[in-house]
């Protein structure tokens, strides 16, 4: 499904991903860790499209398309869904106007109509009932005075709203409440399909009780230093990031 | 090009020459308030860069030029109430025409305004309800601190006068339709007067435009009275072309316990220059005064603005927003003044800013005269580009990129439509900025609000 190839990426001539590769295929989740500035929400950004990083070598594909050559819309329409780590507040824009305008834009693609002013509201309905997010969030500008756990909650409001083929999720656990995190965990798990896929960033094991990854890999200092299966997050839990440093201090 | 004293002198000689014309008709008011304002033009003149309050408009562009002026109203050889019968019926108003600054000599009669309501030419109110008339005319604008100001009054003729009575309640907007329509190119001159007395009610709508394709000057003033407890709201809508020139002075005085709404919005024309003078005289008045301009190729907009708390316990809200694109240019400048009485005071004012293009020019300036020391004020300006992350968020869940900066650009804008209190107006006004901010209007041969087409 994706295919990441000795990706390097700077921004303002600092190199920050330093050769990534990553297979993922249809179905999986993987989950990527790794300490604070390591380059995750940078790699994040870089599959979305985030023209303020540049890509000075390597190739990324998915689905078969050359990705680095696709607009941010675009690759949104191919199934690519950012659930970014701070979502921006768009004062004016409201949640129902830029849902209708995205999920539209997403059907267009598709080669399909417009949805019915019924049908959509019918579809924002059973999305946010999912997300157990409340209508007073969903009647306001996007993410707008949104407390940082309902900003978190929105952006998978979002993702059910657009069903993606691959989602990327920038440590969505953070600042979730417990019982906040189980909703969100469950939506996720419900909106997956045997061939959607799901790279989750994280700092915490705790997301990864719910959302089960098949696959987990350390990140740093802009490599991907270790790649192992589940149990990868538990010694991570355990032991900190110094052993990984160390290893790659050499 | 010719320099500023020549433009005066040709102004001195077609005041002196055509005394005659412009006394004819005119009441013994306005001819007594026409030879002062003379005075005062003679010694001020046009207004130039060099005068602090003009700094950011150069006007000697759109007065060098050989407009005609008619001193006299002119039949219209169509009618043009034909034209303007097109109305969307959900924006109900109360339609009358203005051609060239005259009050249009074929209007069709008003017949659902409540008794007592006035709304005729400004030659006929002064005509008619001397009493009304000579109480308020000439008793807020103030052609001895702007030459155009002076200029206007000197010239005036006619223009409209609306006088809604004490306790009455005027429900339908009344919409005034400033037509601007000659075969050759034009200087109108047009003088208005409305008069809300005591806990009466009234919003009025003007939209100005231009039906041929001719160099207009347009250079009007409209003094306005709302007295105790009185709500009025007036919503400008300027909508001309690239060849004009708008020179719109307006003067208002409040009264204790007043609300007063204005939103000024400037869509399209060649250069736009917005006085907008507010006295609070008494003690709790509610003062909004609103305005945006969406600016594109060299088009020039500047509102200059006053707001002058002379009396305490008033509140004044004051926004301008702006979206300017390619080489457009303008300037905000907001003017409050607290007397030394007015305790109490609140007053808000922020102008905020959207460049699209590196050649757009904004010129944005607070100036706050504050002489008594209970008050609440503050002012903000903002002068920036679009944001980036909100466009790369939108953009990440499939809204192609000027879609994207569409939503965006209309966000901005919204926050100052929003203030609009006729629900129906507010509606078409969303629908038209959302037109303008797409480039699907360069300019409305139609009214823009009345029309679909
Ligand atoms: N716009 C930017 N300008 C300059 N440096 C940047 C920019 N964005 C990211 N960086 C730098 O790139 C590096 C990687 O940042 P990134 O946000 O990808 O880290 P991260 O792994 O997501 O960290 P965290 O766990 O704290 O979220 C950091 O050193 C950061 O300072
Ligand atoms: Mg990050």
Redesign the interface.
């Known amino acids: 499904m994706l295919s990441i190839k000795n990706l390097h990426v700077s921004i303002d001539g600092k190199e920050i991903l330093k050769g990534i590769n990553l297979e993922i295929k249809p179905g999986e989740v993987h989950a990527i860790m790794g300490p604070n500035g390591a380059g995750k929400s940078t790699l994040a950004a870089v599959l ?3 023209d ?1 990083y540049e890509v000075t070598e390597g190739e990324i594909t998915f689905q078969g398309k050359n990705l680095l050559e696709m ?3 675009d ?3 191919e199934g690519i869904f ?1 659930g ?1 780590q701070y ?2 507040e ?4 409201s949640t129902v ?2 849902m209708k ?2 999920v539209n ?2 059907r267009k ?1 598709k080669g399909l109509e417009p949805l019915k002013a019924s049908d959509f509201l019918k579809l924002m309905r059973d999305k946010k009932a999912l997300v157990e997010i409340d209508s007073k969030l969903t009647n306001r ?2 993410n707008e005075g949104f407390s940082g756990g309902e900003k978190k909650k929105n952006e998978i409001f ?1 993702m059910a709203m ?1 069903e993606p083929k691959l989602a990327v999720l920038d440590e969505t656990d953070s600042g979730l409440d417990i019982d906040a995190l189980r909703v969100v965990a469950n939506g996720v798990n419900k909106l997956k399909t045997a061939d959607s896929s799901t790279i989750v960033i994280t700092h915490y094991q705790r997301l990864l009780d719910y959302i089960v990854p098949d696959i987990v890999h350390v990140l740093y200092n802009g490599r991907i230093v270790k790649t192992a299966g589940k149990e990868l997050a538990l010694e991570l839990e355990e032991k900190g990031y110094d052993w990984i440093k160390d290893e790659n201090k050499k | 090009m010719a320099d500023i004293n020549t433009i005066n002198k040709d102004f001195a000689d077609l005041f002196n020459q055509g005394k005659q014309l412009l006394m004819e008709g005119s009441s013994e008011i306005m001819n007594e308030n026409r030879s002062k304002a003379f005075q005062d033009f003679e010694r001020l003149g046009v207004p130039t860069r060099a005068n602090e309050n003009y700094k950011y408009t150069n006007l000697i562009p759109a007065f060098d030029h050989p407009y005609n002026v008619n001193l006299r109203y002119l039949k219209v050889d169509v009618d043009l109430n034909e034209i303007f019968q097109c109305d969307v019926p959900e924006l109900d108003t109360n339609m009358v025409l203005l051609t060239n600054g005259w009050f249009y000599g074929n209007n069709k009669q008003l017949l659902e305004l409540p008794k007592g309501v006035i709304v005729c030419g400004v030659q006929e109110a002064a005509q008619k309800y001397p009493e009304i008339f000579n109480a308020h005319y000439g008793k807020y604008a103030k052609p001895g601190e702007d030459g155009i100001v002076a200029l206007n009054t000197a010239l005036a003729k006619d223009g409209l006068f609306i006088y809604v009575p004490k306790g009455v309640v005027v429900e339908k907007p009344i919409q005034v339709v400033n037509l601007l329509r000659s075969d050759r190119d034009l200087l109108a001159t047009q003088r208005n007067l409305f008069v809300i007395e005591e806990n009466a009610q009234a919003k009025i709508i003007v939209c100005d435009h231009t039906l041929t394709h001719h160099k207009y000057l347009s250079n009007s003033v409209t003094e306005i009275n709302v007295a105790e407890n009185a709500v009025f709201d007036l919503y400008t809508l300027q909508n001309q072309h690239l060849n004009s020139v708008i020179l719109n002075s307006t003067f208002i005085r409040q009264d204790a316990h007043s609300n007063v709404l204005t939103n000024t919005i400037s869509l399209y024309g060649g250069t736009i220059r917005n006085n907008h003078h507010v006295l609070l005289d008494a003690e709790y008045c509610e003062n909004n005064t609103y305005g945006m301009y969406l600016m594109d190729h060299k088009q020039h907009v500047d509102n200059f603005t006053c707001i002058d708390h002379a009396k305490p316990n008033c509140v004044s809200n004051e926004h301008f927003k702006g979206v300017m694109d390619d080489e457009a240019s303008g300037a905000f400048s907001g003017r409050i003044n607290v007397r030394r009485d007015a305790q109490k005071t609140e007053a808000y004012q922020s102008n905020n800013n959207l460049l699209l293009s590196n050649e757009a020019l904004i010129n944005t300036k607070p100036q706050l005269v504050i002489d008594a020391d209970d008050v609440k004020c503050s002012h903000g300006a903002t002068v920036g580009q679009m944001d980036e992350d909100a466009l790369f968020y939108l953009r990440a869940r499939g809204i192609d990129e000027k879609e994207a900066r569409q939503m965006l650009m209309f966000a901005f804008a919204h926050e100052i439509i929003e203030k609009i209190r006729v629900e129906a107006l507010k509606e078409r006004i969303d629908e038209l900025v959302d037109k303008r901010l797409r480039g699907e209007i360069s300019k409305c041969n139609t009214c823009a609000v009345a029309c679909n087409h």
């Open positions: 979305a499209g985030r303020l607009a941010p819309e690759r949104a329409k950012l970014f979502p921006i768009i004062p004016g824009v106007n830029f305008t995205a834009e997403h693609h500008s996007v979002q657009l």
